[in-house]
C-alpha cells in the first residue's frame, strides 16, 4: 500500500507570493490533517478534512487555506507569503479522522519563503 | 491552553545505553498520548496510549502513561545508531467530532553515538 505522497518536496518563493501544496493520502482513508513544523514551535496543528469538509482548524490566519476532493486528495494554500512562514509542512492521514486513531505522515513539502 | 512539554530536548548517549524520554501534558479532556519517531521528514509511529499503567512494547521500545500525574515515558534500550532521530510526543483530546488535531511537544533529539 503506497504511503502519503506530498509534492512537491521542496518549494521556494518570495514574500507576497502564494503557494500550493498537494497531499495524496494512504488508499481508503478519508481523513487528511495538515500540520507546520518549525524548530521554534515545534508542529502545529493547521487543519482536518474528512469527505470534502473541514472540520477543525488550527490557530493560524486565514491566509492558509485548505481543500479535500472527492477522491480525498487534499491541497493547502498560503496567500501572500510571510519569512516567517517558511517551514516544513506535514499532510497526515486517517481512516476516518476519529478518535483514537493514527496519523500516517507524509515526508513533508519544505518550503522556503526568501 | 492545551501544553505538551518533552525533556530534555536533546540527548547524546552512547550505543548500548538505555534512554528515557519524558513527556508531560496539560491538556482538557484527555483521549489518548502517542509516539512518534521523525528521522528526516515523516514522523513514524510508536505507541498509544489510552489508559494508565499499562506499558506497551516494541522490540527495545516501550511506553507508559500515568494519568494522575500526566506524564508518559519512553525508553529505549540497549541502543543502537538507527536509534537517533527526534521523538515526538503529541496529546490528543476529546472532541464534538472530528479530528481536533494533535498537539505536539517540540521534541527530543536523541544522538546515539557509536
Known amino acids: 500500500k503506497a504511503g502519503v505522497t506530498q509534492t512537491p518536496r521542496y518549494l521556494i518563493k518570495t514574500r507576497g507570493q502564494q503557494v500550493t501544496l498537494s497531499c495524496s493520502p494512504i488508499?481508503?482513508?478519508?481523513?487528511v490533517s495538515w500540520y507546520q513544523q518549525t524548530p521554534g514551535q515545534g508542529l502545529q496543528f493547521l487543519f482536518e478534512?474528512?469527505?470534502?469538509?473541514?472540520?477543525n482548524k488550527g490557530n493560524f490566519p486565514g491566509r492558509f487555506s485548505g481543500r479535500q476532493f472527492s477522491n480525498s486528495r487534499s491541497e493547502m494554500n498560503v496567500s501572500t507569503l510571510e519569512l516567517g512562514d517558511s517551514a516544513l509542512y506535514l499532510c497526515?492521514?486517517?481512516?476516518?479522522?476519529?478518535?483514537?486513531?493514527?496519523?500516517?505522515f507524509g515526508s513533508g513539502t519544505q518550503l522556503s519563503v526568501l | 491552553e492545551d501544553k505538551v512539554v518533552q525533556s530534555p530536548l536533546s540527548l547524546v548517549v552512547h550505543e548500548g545505553d538505555t534512554v528515557t524520554l519524558n513527556c508531560s501534558y496539560e491538556?482538557?479532556?484527555?483521549?489518548?498520548l502517542l509516539w512518534y519517531k521523525q528521522e528526516k521528514k515523516a514522523p513514524t509511529f510508536l505507541f498509544m496510549l489510552?489508559?494508565?499503567?499499562i506499558e506497551k512494547k516494541s522490540g527495545r521500545l516501550s511506553s507508559i502513561l500515568d494519568k494522575k500525574e500526566l506524564f508518559s515515558i519512553l525508553n529505549i534500550t540497549a541502543t543502537q545508531t538507527g536509534d537517533s532521530a527526534i521523538y515526538l510526543c503529541?496529546?490528543?483530546?476529546?472532541?464534538?467530532?472530528?479530528?481536533?488535531?494533535?498537539?505536539f511537544g517540540k521534541g527530543t533529539h536523541l544522538i546515539i553515538q557509536p
Open positions: 489510552t489508559s494508565s499503567g
Open positions: 497526515a492521514s486517517s481512516p476516518r479522522g476519529q478518535g483514537n486513531e493514527k496519523l500516517f
Open positions: 478534512y474528512f469527505s470534502e469538509t473541514q472540520r
Open positions: 488508499s481508503g482513508h478519508r481523513s
Open positions: 491538556v482538557t479532556n484527555f483521549r489518548s
Open positions: 503529541a496529546v490528543e483530546i476529546h472532541s464534538g467530532g472530528g479530528a481536533d488535531g494533535l498537539t
